[in-house]
């Protein structure tokens, strides 16, 4: 079935640096969402990026899509302890069934 | 605090038991999921109700077992469950009657079951 793959599986940085993850997927979209999920939480909704989109912002969080690659990017700036958290893109079918998921990628932001 | 709440947080039952997960919303929402979140593999869809009516059931055993009584509240009821069960089961709602299309998901920090 249709999936979004997170690459890296883990990050470690230092606060203040930018964090970049990168999402793949294998067939048409709708739209591609990014997760957040802190330990032993839910996930939170981060920012959606429609099919015709390429980039949107939301505060330190910048979203690239680029759907000839099928792929995207989350951009965290600036980042603090608090980013620390594992991170999902999550697609939907062209038909507009439920979001499948990816495995995620584990951010570590030491201070 | 997310508007989505779910109970118990913890849950540690045998084999033979039965019990249910209870997920609430609070958002006025027409479509409400359950996932199953094991270690190393990515978010599994288990169940999708909109407007009380099951839309999508993801070949789950039928030792899992939901029940949506309203746009409000689904349940879970689990029983004769295996330790490959044991997992984080979170359920989630969005407004949009037909799955999470053009909407976001909203999750509760949902129920840890370990399986003995």
């Known amino acids: 079935s249709q999936q979004g793959e997170e690459d890296p599986q883990a990050l470690s940085i230092q606060e203040g640096e930018n964090a970049t993850m990168n999402c793949s997927y294998k067939?048409?979209?709708?739209?591609l969402q990014w997760y957040r999920q802190n330990s032993g939480r839910g996930l939170v909704h981060l920012i959606l990026?429609?099919?015709?989109?390429r980039e949107k912002h939301s505060g330190r969080l910048r979203v690239t899509l680029d759907t000839s690659k099928k792929s995207s990017s989350l951009l965290i700036t600036a980042s603090r302890a608090a980013d620390t958290a594992s991170y999902f893109c999550a697609t939907d079918a062209a038909a507009g069934t439920a979001l499948i998921f990816g495995k995620g990628t584990t951010l570590s932001v030491s201070s | 605090e997310t508007g989505v709440t779910q109970t118990p947080r913890h849950l540690v039952m045998g084999m033979t038991n039965k019990k249910s997960l209870k997920c609430e919303q609070h958002?006025?929402?027409?479509?409400m999921y359950w996932y199953k979140q094991s270690a190393k593999k990515p978010l599994e869809l288990m169940f999708v109700y909109s407007l009380e009516e099951r839309v999508e059931n993801n070949s789950v055993p039928s030792r899992f077992s939901p029940e949506c009584p309203n746009s409000s509240h689904l349940f879970l009821h689990l029983h004769t469950l295996q330790p490959e069960d044991s997992a984080l089961y979170l359920c989630?709602?969005?407004?949009?009657?037909?799955?999470?299309?053009?909407?976001?998901?909203?999750f509760g920090n949902g129920t840890r079951l370990t399986v003995t």
């Open positions: 067939t048409s979209i709708n739209n």
């Open positions: 989630a709602s969005s407004q949009d009657a037909q799955g999470s299309y053009n909407s976001p998901l909203h």
């Open positions: 958002l006025g929402h027409n479509a």
């Open positions: 990026i429609r099919s015709n989109e």
